[in-house]
């Protein structure tokens, strides 16, 4: 090939330039600071836009200066010597001033938000404390006794104020798309509040923890479900209650025959065998034919940690409450209506079964994946606190195998099928 027939290397430095920016313009993101579901949001976009007008006037015009200044004043064969200057004090006072000018159009809007976004939330904002811990959320609502994890559930059109508290170390709470940030310290409460938009009836998003914290930093996740004010507070009154050994079935029972009980599913048929007195309690729960794709978390699971079908189908939820309820779960986690589960290190699990995820939305909240995060937590999350409890497994932390103390395979669908249950 000859040199003229070669593409030369600009040629290829804009064809890789232009790919770029079309990438750039596809695509969905949807955990964007850009969609205006809050007040927050809505003013920092506003902000956002004045800063980036000004920003490029600023570049065009000095761009524009420097290309005329390089190609009106350069080097030319036989030009005399340039005429040396010692300061021009018009040109000095044009780039004081235009500079102080463009500063006060940037200042006037930034300290407007400042404050706006600083002050104190209205007086009848719904209150929910934010406590980070190492790597988890707990959620509390002071106004109506509610102690939930890793799932955050807001009404529309209510004013949100968020108490952020750490246990530990530094975590930051973020939800991109309603776009609050503020950071949690110790021995600190910070505040931070927004409005989700009135308009929103159902919404599903992802937040995160944005300060590095430690080994599961990017395992740090939540999801924040914004719904009509009627569903939240059907949501808040049950999950304010005790957990409700037992779960509403699918269907209405077939009608028994004369003088024969109705019939009664069980393990034979793949569901958990519950208690017979278990009373069925009905409360929201974000619709899951409306969880959009993003929020579905699709971490990889480790190989040999989940139970099979088989095992998992013969678990028996009368016995998983008693095998629960007698091991070191109870030293950790509060279930709200079993007193022997009184905990506080780790999540509530009062109606876990009436969440989407586990492991602070890393994993989905299915039997397979709760049987693994029984098994060996620590393998799925890396420095969890939660210690490895199946029986045989290796503990990451530990560095040895768990040999006593531990669960069987059949304990552990048990344990699951129990948990399965707290609706």
Sequence with gaps: MTR???????????LAILAVALAACGGQYPNSTFLHWSDFATDIDFLWDRLLVWGTIVFVIVEAILVYTIIRFRARP?????????????????WTVIPAIILVFIAIPTIRTIFKTQAKAPASSIEVEVIGHQWWWEFRYPQYGVVTANELYLPAGRTANFALKTKDVLHSFWVPNFGGKRDLISNRTNYLWFTPNDTIKAVAANGQCAEYCGDSHANMKFRTYVVTPADFESWAAHQKGQAVFGVAPPEPPAAAAPGKAPAKKGAASGEVALSESAAVVTGFVFPADKLPAYVIPRTPLPGGLALDDATLAKGNADSGK???????????????GNPMSMGIIGPNLTHVASRYTIA???????????????????????????????????DPMMKMKVTTGGLTDPQIADVVAYLRALK
Excluded: F, V
Aim: proline fraction near 8%; aromatic fraction near 6%.
């Design 322 to 336: 008693a095998i629960y309820s007698r091991s070191t779960c109870i030293g950790c986690h509060a279930i709200n």
């Design 4 to 14: 003229s027939n070669r593409p030369s290397a600009r040629t290829g430095a804009l």
């Design 360 to 394: 602070a939305g890393l994993y989905p909240n299915d039997a397979r994946h709760l049987s693994a995060w029984i098994k060996n937590a620590r393998a799925m999350k890396p420095g969890s606190l939660m210690p490895t409890l199946g029986m045989e497994m290796w």
């Design 78 to 94: 036989g030009a005399p010597e340039p005429k040396q200057t010692h300061g021009n004090t018009t040109l000095e006072i044009m």
